[in-house]
């Protein structure tokens, strides 16, 4: 029996093969195969065909550096375990993967020495551009003066209003968790934050506020009720809030972690959810909202569309054209039975 020869190895063409082919020069053959302009249509025709033929294929390394891009972002987060961070990153990824665009992720731990190490790292990979991904949405110091690239800002934004930067609309989350409650029948509402060093803690209190004075109406407890993002909180301050003879039928809870222990509470308490009390919270957290009892409405920041319209702006910066400033993007109410409407 004859035996089973391995194919034979065949030689991959090189530019200078597509050049002879063609009758050109190699400079001429790479000016014609990356599109420029000083190429006759004939010339190009006749290189394109050789490479047809050749079954040419570019080395991508060799044409980043004749493009002067790499196909490369940079993607630098300052905590990649906060739970924030992950569906931001998640959407810039699924954006740049739709062009074709390949991602480094560097996590500076929030450090800032660590930061700028990564910086450089990043540039000396010659990355074509950089979504700076911040842990918070207080607004953070910039970095962009002296980044030969382009820089845009995904969750905390830039303390530079020169800067492209995106972040969740915290007033406007707010708002709309107080305007569900009152279209929901409620009148007395409280609104239970989170801590005051946070601009979203801040934020929403405002935009709180606004919604019940539209109305002609007023926070019960007023917008100061600040403490822990946590459910102990949550609970702490119920309790505080029940004890104060006040008639409340409906909660605002600066996070969904405050809104559990705000159920907790009224639960212990004997008030029923949403009969006597209805209760919203603030970011959709999945994992806290449907195990809630009852299942939590509560406002949907968005994250993984914020990232994916970080990401499409750095490519739009890329390409030569930058908005810059803070985009404020929208959230929206997710209705779950802790707010259902009571016949």
Sequence with gaps: MPRNRPEPIRNTATLADVARAAGVSTATAS?????RDQVKAETRERVFAAAQEL??????FARALNDKRTGTIGMLTSDLDNRFVLPVLLG?????GAGATSVLLCDARGDAVREQHHLRTLLARRVDGIVILGRTTNPRPSITEGIPVPVVYAYAPSDDPDDTSFTPDNFAAGRL???HLLDRGRKSIALINGEPSYSAAQDRAAGARDAMLARGMALEGGDSLYGQWSESWGRQCTATLLASARHI???????DQIARGVLDELREAGRSVPGDVAVIGVDNWDVLAQSSRPPLSSIDMQLQELGRAAARALST???GASSPGVNRLPVRVVPRESTASIE
């Design 249 to 255: 039928d409906g909660i605002v809870a600066g996070s």
């Design 92 to 96: 810039a990824e699924d954006a740049f």
């Design 55 to 60: 079954s040419f294929t570019p080395n991508p």
């Design 177 to 179: 968790a107080v305007d």
């Design 31 to 35: 000016k014609a195969l990356n599109g």
């Design 317 to 319: 910066a890329i390409g």
